[in-house]
């Protein structure tokens, strides 16, 4: 299995700023998507990224709030964008290997106060 | 569109009893894939079990079974010899045909007594 590390691993931030997270792979994956998980909720699909085309973002969810890239097959960035307490969440980021499988990195906890 | 259901928000059991975790599932698509995930309370995500639609058997991970009954769309996870390190939300996923972006449950808290 893919072995993923997401960075921050949490975060205290100010309403109104912006945070990035990271995840990088240790190996080349074609799809990669970004989850929330809000307070005693299930996790929910961001946005898929796609290398060399933009992310497919779903319902309910904005570029211009949730800006991601995937500049190479092992890396992508989120951006939290003027946050609001409402996104104090756990964020995810999960890969596609294999046959279906999808394996996690640990998640960033956010706070925002 | 496709739809996860948990009916069990907690479920307690004794240590070293067997325990079963709810999960029903809809989707139009034949081909789809049912996965379980534990979620301790550092909040990771940790794979457990994979069962495909087009499996003869059930799967089978150590102390993890998957009971699935593709007829009453049921994929039910069952832990053998609990121990007191299986206390997590266990959440049911599901992706189906080409899309391989996950829907998940409301997850089950499962805490196991000593």
């Known amino acids: 299995s893919a072995v993923i590390s997401q960075k921050p691993s949490r975060d205290i931030c100010q309403r109104g700023t912006s945070l990035t997270i990271q995840c990088q792979v240790d190996?080349?994956?074609?799809?990669m998507f970004w989850y929330r998980q809000q307070p005693g909720q299930s996790l929910t699909l961001i946005a898929t990224?796609?290398?060399?085309?933009?992310?497919?973002?779903e319902s309910g969810f904005v570029i211009d709030k949730f800006p991601i890239s995937r500049p190479n097959l092992t890396f992508s960035t989120l951006t939290v964008s003027n946050m609001s307490p409402e996104d104090s969440s756990i964020y995810l980021c999960?890969?596609?290997?294999?046959?279906?499988?999808?394996?996690f990195g640990d998640g960033t906890r956010l706070s925002i106060l | 569109a496709q739809k996860i259901t948990q009916t069990q928000p907690g479920m307690f059991v004794q240590e070293k009893e067997a325990v079963t975790l709810d999960c029903t599932y809809d989707?139009?698509?034949?081909?789809?894939?049912l996965f379980w995930y534990k979620q301790p309370s550092s909040g990771e995500m940790i794979f457990l079990i994979y069962q495909g639609s087009y499996d003869q058997q059930n799967a089978t991970e150590g102390r993890y079974s998957l009971n699935f009954q593709k007829a009453r769309k049921s994929a039910n996870l069952v832990i053998s010899a609990s121990q007191l390190g299986d206390s997590a939300m266990y959440f049911c996923?599901?992706?189906?045909?080409?899309?391989?972006?996950?829907?998940f449950g409301s997850g089950t808290q499962l805490t196991v007594l000593p």
């Open positions: 999960s890969v596609g290997t294999g046959q279906q499988l999808q394996h």
């Open positions: 990224a796609n290398q060399g085309s933009e992310a497919t973002y």
């Open positions: 989707t139009s698509d034949p081909s789809y894939g």
């Open positions: 190996s080349q994956v074609t799809m």
């Open positions: 996923a599901l992706n189906s045909g080409s899309a391989r972006q996950l829907t």
